[in-house]
């Protein structure tokens, strides 16, 4: 019993860090240019499809397709964003929701054209098995994920807070129109953040790949749970995806072990509306 | 002023985190009455306008209204109760007509749209606005625009209107024209409460200046003696009237 | 256009399309074509519902299909467990609705944008996981309602699709005139005015809080209506067939399409859409590729990026231009 | 509406209406005979979908040409009893949607004159388009539809020929009893694991019912989500649980996920005995050797073709015309075009009383069916056939090998489970 508990609380912590990798590339585009991405779910499935390929055309070991995966996402941000999001930016708000909606569904749907609607799971990836801590069963690649998700939302905090770039971007984020009046080309700053964020969810696809199953509709649901992570942690706050990420994973995963798995996704989106009847603004917002 | 004064702001005082934006700011506004509150930017003229309309609440003090307690209000029960107040950054209905915006505001004492639409007409006109009541919001000039935020104010049919910055960014004839406005307003027994940097507008209109600075009151009293105050012109003024002078 | 007058040529156009309506079941033969037309105006009143709170008062709500499910499952209850009439169930569902909308009316009321649009497909997450394991409404197995005599009183016919269609011609006429009644009332304008921004509301006096509910409520009502018009249409339902996410997109699509915000214009988006989506299952879909999807997902895209106000204010526009 | 909405409107309604024409019913003979074949051809389900078209096409064809098969009209052309008159599928797609089902089912009917349905695969959809023939009279024979309640609705024109999840739920039982009395090995307590869409809770309801039956002790009820991100929890209730046997009724995506973590957690029950997701055609590429000794329930497996040539044969033209293997979704919707064909042969009409009725008489033997049974004959009370019955199939070597029944078992079952640490 208590053996599980501990087991429960490492798995939680495991599936917490990888939502949150997901999510920080989320809240960066969110915080930088307040587009909510509903294609952040496909972006993810197409990081995955990356490492895949990559595996399996070039024998390539998702550990070393991540800058390739980052890579492949960052040129499809910035493209998906000059050549579809700025052109709704100045619309209505109706028009900058939906039209992600467009690009998911078309990406989704691509993805089924041109690969099939199969299964796929990278069959022996360098990081594999289990590590037996006393009771504990520690998936290798699991932990690898988690501890990418902490070097790279460290990596972007510091990126923002230390140089010069980061420091454009959390001007603009804080104050477009002054950015703007300081000299910041903000529509470049806009393409470069939509870059970046997709480039981090890249990363997430390459050390999910590791150990997930493969498909077309493989973004759904990470997409939905990364939309409640970011709106709980603070728009644009790195720190608060991150805390949210881990939050996240506990809910579900005690809440599926002690409460009923049937509803462990409800309870997420159940205490996400309750943070947010509280504290509208979210945790760290 | 024997009967009890229309507004009576008694020790406001607001907090944003470390910040006392306003610190212990009494005064009284009598019916009738067009009183201008002045001071440099970010003295806490619209933090003050703010706690008195219920758009945040001060962290202590009272605000009476008509003899009545409204501090803890919201803001659209206290527009309801009679007061009015336009913004620093104009703030219309941009997907409406000119006509529409002033229906909305009209709304408040008409149910049927027809009498709200009479009634934004007979604003409309007063305003000065009739010609242009089927264009676009947001097509407006800015002068157009501050007076449209005025009709809206009107349409409610307030007794206190509170005008934040009505005369910004206006030129001379403009600035006339508002002018006139407001002593019309005034005329049909509306109480004015204004803040205002343009010193033109509040040495005409005003009956009573009041002075803040740094959040709290400096001086009150008639224009001509407020300008003379030696505070005065040493915390904010001096500079800039003699420059306009 | 302060006071709603209604054209001459209005008038006329609109008498000359509603004849035409009326007709259409004596015209055609076969189902498919009354099936779509039911489908075109389950929709488009789906769209004129969630354009009361969406287009009006700018709370996009990305989990209609809660509401819609509520209604649906509301009737079918009664119906399967207690015999109620479904027309009392109709009324029912409505409430039922509306009451839920006010229960995530609370937590949301100070959300706005895309805030909003999270919490309600959170909220319509929640409905959905709780439906698909409630045991009293037939969990994940649904609801299949029985098999009665045809006739208005059961809201069942087996012989002819046309009583369903003039019924949905009815409800969608209803909700049109619900429509436009709040758009040219006080409340139509104080929904716009919240629209523009809390500040402009409430310094209006606009008691925000309460017309956002009363929007909600309103959607939600219709809404369930066109649940149970479904339920008893298709007689059977179930967690994936009324409560999913893709459901409340494409009432939002039909709304955006058509042009948010004015009372024709999820009528306009659902006459385009409905009959696209259909079609091209019927004409592509057996190919099994996934291009049917594609086209939809870059009819999106195209729409979004050159069309954002919808077709209605570019008809009204070339409209304008005539005259 | 603006006008030019309106003229597309009825011009397609009248080019739509105009099309089929009022062809009687009772038509000439020596032509086509029309079906409607309603399945999910497009969306998340299209993969299944396009691979029951698989079967139903080839079974067409065997009707409609002259085949040394031991199938029902195989060995003559067309339908025999209307003059051999040719079968004519007419395709429609759901997308997997309910409400789709519905529409096509009448769509087909009103417009294409179908005498017969068959499919939908969902459940669900089944409900739907069996709802709508009800209505409008027309046959429905169902062979790849698993929910039990379809045929407790006391439909007039529903038939299914194939078994439905009860049935197969109650097959993993009496292969528990079996492995008792026969292989001596002990087995007490059970995990009943389920997805909780209606496929699982469905099985669910079954399984519990007969734990309770057959003398089980169920020490683990899970339902969980399905297309889940992470099922480490309802692992860990499992191994917390400790049950001798997992039942686990799921669809692909889980299966998928679950498989891998009872690995990574360590899961070794003595026997895993699973559903639906495990068979699909893309379970095994995907997961590979992790899939060894899992039992999966079947209708149909290629190895059944040692016992039964039939199959062999079936199997053979199958690859030969599609270039794949039969898959159990291809072999089991292979068989409703037979039995409607059959029964509209006897019937020597095409009126919907008399296929009933014919379809009431069926009586096909089982050397007649490419699947282990004893034939096809119709309970007159719920219209579903009284001989299907499931196999069990254990995966070997990445392969699907039947070991129950033992008497058709193609290899011995693996039992115990052997742990995951102990494989290499």
Redesign the interface.
């Known amino acids: 019993m208590a053996d599980q508990l501990l087991q429960q609380i490492v798995n939680s912590l495991l599936i917490g860090s990888v939502y949150a990798l997901v999510a920080i590339g989320l809240t960066l585009i969110w915080g930088v240019m307040n587009v909510l991405n509903f294609a952040h779910g496909d972006f993810l499935m197409l990081g995955m499809f990356t490492a895949f390929w990559c595996y399996t055309l070039f024998k390539m070991d998702p550990l070393f397709s991540i800058p390739v995966c980052a890579a492949v996402l960052f040129l499809l941000g910035v493209g998906i964003y000059r050549f579809i999001v700025s052109k709704v930016m100045k619309g209505p708000g109706l028009a900058q929701l939906v039209v992600t909606f467009g690009v998911s569904i078309f990406l989704a749907n691509l993805a089924v054209m041109l690969w099939t609607p199969d299964f796929r799971l990278i069959e022996k990836p360098l990081l594999s098995g289990t590590w037996s801590l006393g009771s504990v069963q520690l998936s290798i690649p699991k932990f690898a994920a988690s501890v990418g998700s902490v070097l790279v939302s460290a990596a972007v905090f510091f990126f923002l807070k230390r140089t010069r770039t980061g420091k454009a971007i959390l001007a603009v984020e804080m104050n477009r129109d002054a950015a703007l009046l300081m000299g910041i080309n903000t529509e470049r700053i806009n393409s470069l953040s939509f870059g970046i964020g997709s480039a981090l969810v890249g990363i997430a696809g390459a050390f999910l790949s590791m150990y997930y199953y493969i498909h077309p509709q493989v973004g759904g649901l990470f997409g939905l749970i990364s939309f409640c992570i970011v709106a709980l942690g603070g728009f644009g706050s790195i720190e608060g995806a991150f805390i949210a990420g881990i939050l996240i994973g506990l809910v579900q995963t005690l809440g599926g072990y002690f409460f009923d798995p049937a509803y462990k996704y409800a309870l997420v989106f159940l205490v996400y509306l309750i943070t947010v009847w509280i504290r509208p603004q979210g945790l760290m917002g | 002023m024997s009967a009890a004064p229309l507004l009576d702001v008694r020790g406001v005082t607001k907090r944003f985190g470390g910040l006392l934006a306003n610190d212990d700011v009494s005064f009284t506004v009598s019916e009738g009455e067009i009183v201008s509150i002045i001071g440099p930017n970010g003295a806490g003229k619209s933090t003050l306008f703010n706690c008195v309309t219920g758009f945040s609440p001060p962290n202590a003090g009272h605000v009476l209204y008509g003899g009545r307690d409204i501090t803890r209000l919201a803001a659209d029960r206290i527009c309801k109760l009679g007061i009015a107040r336009t913004f620093q950054i104009v703030q219309v209905i941009t997907d409406m007509t000119v006509l529409e915006n002033v229906m909305t505001g009209a709304f408040l004492r008409s149910v049927r749209n027809g009498a709200a639409h009479e009634k934004a007409e007979e604003v409309l006109r007063f305003a000065g606005l009739h010609e242009k009541r089927d264009a676009a919001a947001t097509s407006l000039t800015i002068e157009a625009k501050k007076r449209l935020e005025v009709s809206m104010a009107l349409a409610t049919q307030p007794r206190l209107l509170m005008l934040d910055e009505s005369m910004a960014g206006l030129n001379p004839v403009e600035l006339r024209g508002m002018i006139d406005l407001l002593r019309r307003v005034r005329a049909n027994g509306v109480t004015l409460v204004i803040v205002e940097h343009v010193m033109e507008a509040v040495m005409e209109l005003s009956d009573r200046v009041i002075v803040i600075n740094s959040g709290k009151k400096i001086v009150e009293g008639p224009p001509k003696e407020v300008v003379m105050n030696p505070q005065v012109i040493q915390a904010y003024l001096g500079d800039r009237y003699r420059a306009r002078g | 256009?302060?006071?709603r007058t209604f054209t001459k040529r209005q008038v006329s156009v609109s008498a000359a399309?509603l004849v035409?309506?009326a007709l259409?079941p004596l015209?055609?033969?076969?189902?498919?074509?009354m099936?779509?037309?039911i489908m075109v105006f389950l929709f488009a009143m789906l769209g004129v519902s969630w354009n009361i709170m969406?287009g009006y008062a700018?709370m996009?709500s990305?989990g209609q299909a809660a509401f819609f499910g509520i209604g649906a499952y509301t009737s079918s209850f009664l119906l399967t467990a207690y015999h109620v009439n479904p027309w009392i169930g109709l009324l029912a569902g409505g409430v039922v609705a509306a009451l839920a909308a006010a229960l995530?009316g609370?937590?949301?009321s100070?959300?706005r944008?895309?805030?909003f649009?999270?919490?309600s497909?959170?909220?319509a997450?929640?409905v959905r996981?709780?439906f698909?394991?409630w045991k009293l409404i037939g969990?994940?197995?649904?609801l299949?309602i029985p098999?009665q005599d045809e006739s208005l009183r059961n809201f069942m016919f087996?012989?002819s699709k046309a009583p369903y269609y003039y019924i949905m011609l009815g409800f969608l006429i209803l909700s049109l005139g619900v429509c436009s009644w709040v758009t040219?009332?006080?409340m139509g304008?104080?929904l716009?005015?919240i629209?523009?921004?809390h500040?402009?509301?409430?310094?209006?006096?606009?008691?925000?809080v309460r017309y956002r509910m009363a929007a909600i409520m309103i959607s939600a009502f219709l809404t369930a209506m066109a649940g149970t018009f479904?339920a008893q249409y298709?007689?059977?339902?179930?967690p994936?067939?009324v409560l999913i996410l893709p459901i409340s997109?494409q009432i939002?699509?039909v709304a955006?399409l058509g042009g948010?915000?004015s009372v024709m214009g999820p009528?306009?988006g659902a006459?385009?859409l409905l009959?696209i989506s259909e079609?091209t299952?019927?004409k592509?879909?057996?190919?099994?590729?996934?291009?049917?999807?594609?086209i939809?997902?870059?009819?999106?895209?195209l729409?979004?990026?050159y069309q954002?106000?919808g077709v209605w204010g570019f008809?009204q526009k070339i409209g304008r231009k005539k005259r | 509406m603006d006008n030019l909405t309106r003229r597309k409107f009825l011009v397609g309604g009248g080019a739509l209406a105009l099309s089929p024409l009022v062809v009687s019913r009772a038509f000439a003979q020596g032509k086509t005979i029309k079906i409607g074949a309603v399945y999910p051809l497009t969306g998340n389900l299209a993969s299944t979908g396009l691979d029951c078209k698989r079967g139903v096409e080839l079974a067409v064809e065997i009707i409609n040409g002259k085949y040394d098969l031991n199938l029902p009209l195989a060995r003559t052309e067309g339908i025999p009893g209307l003059g051999g008159a040719r079968l004519e599928v007419v395709w429609a797609d759901t997308k997997g949607e309910p409400k789709n089902g519905q529409a096509e089912a009448e769509r087909v009917i009103t417009q294409d004159q179908v005498v017969g349905v068959i499919g939908a695969y969902q459940s669900s959809v089944t409900k739907t388009a069996s709802q709508a023939t009800e209505r409008l009279k027309v046959p429905y024979v169902c062979s790849d539809s698993s929910s039990p309640t379809l045929t407790e609705r006391g439909l007039r024109y529903f038939f299914r020929v194939s078994p439905h999840d009860g049935i197969f739920s109650h097959d993993q039982f009496r292969f528990l009893k079996d492995l008792e009395a026969q292989k001596k090995q002990k087995v007490q307590t059970l995990g009943v694991l389920y997805e909780n869409t209606e496929f699982g809770s469905n099985v669910g309801k079954e399984e519990l019912k007969y734990a309770q039956e057959y003398g089980y002790k169920v020490v683990a009820d899970i339902s969980y989500t399905n297309n889940a991100t992470d099922v480490t929890s309802e692992v860990g209730r499992l191994i917390k649980a400790n049950p001798d046997v997992l039942l686990h009724a799921s669809y692909i995506t889980d299966a998928i996920l679950f498989t891998k973590t009872f690995k990574e957690m360590g899961f070794n029950p003595k026997g895993m005995l699973t559903m639906a997701g495990y068979i699909e055609p893309g379970y095994l590429p995907a997961i590979k050797a992790d899939g060894n000794f899992i039992i999966v329930r079947s209708t149909f497996a290629l190895d059944l073709a040692k016992k039964k040539p039939l199959v062999g044969q079936v199997a053979d033209l199958f690859k030969k015309k599609f270039g794949i293997e039969m898959s159990e979704n291809a072999a089991r919707s292979f068989m409703a075009p037979f039995v409607l064909a059959e029964a509209i042969s006897r019937a020597k009409s095409v009126e919907a009383e008399a296929i009933v009725k014919a379809l009431r008489e069926t009586n096909i033997p089982g050397d007649q069916v490419i699947y282990p049974w004893k034939g096809i004959q119709f309970d007159p009370k719920t219209q579903q056939n009284v001989h299907a019955t499931g196999t069990l199939v254990q995966i070997q070597d990445q392969q699907y090998v039947t070991v129950w029944p033992f008497e058709s078992a193609a290899k011995d079952v693996v039992w115990p489970f052997p742990a995951w640490k102990s494989r290499k």
Request: net charge neutral; glycine share 12%; proline share 3%.
């Open positions: 256009m302060g006071v399309v035409l309506l259409y015209a055609v033969r076969g189902s498919f074509p099936h779509l037309m969406g700018g996009f990305f995530i609370i937590p949301c100070n959300l944008g895309h805030y649009a999270i919490a497909i959170a909220f997450e929640i996981i709780h698909n394991n969990a994940a197995e649904g299949t098999m087996h012989s040219t009332s006080r304008f104080y716009r005015a629209k523009e921004g500040d402009v509301a409430k310094v209006l006096g606009i008691d925000v479904y298709i007689l059977y339902l179930d994936e067939s997109v939002v699509l955006m948010a915000g009528v306009i006459a385009i009959p079609v299952r019927v592509l879909g057996f190919k099994g590729s996934g291009l049917d999807m594609i939809y997902g870059t009819l999106i895209m729409i979004s990026v954002p106000q008809l």
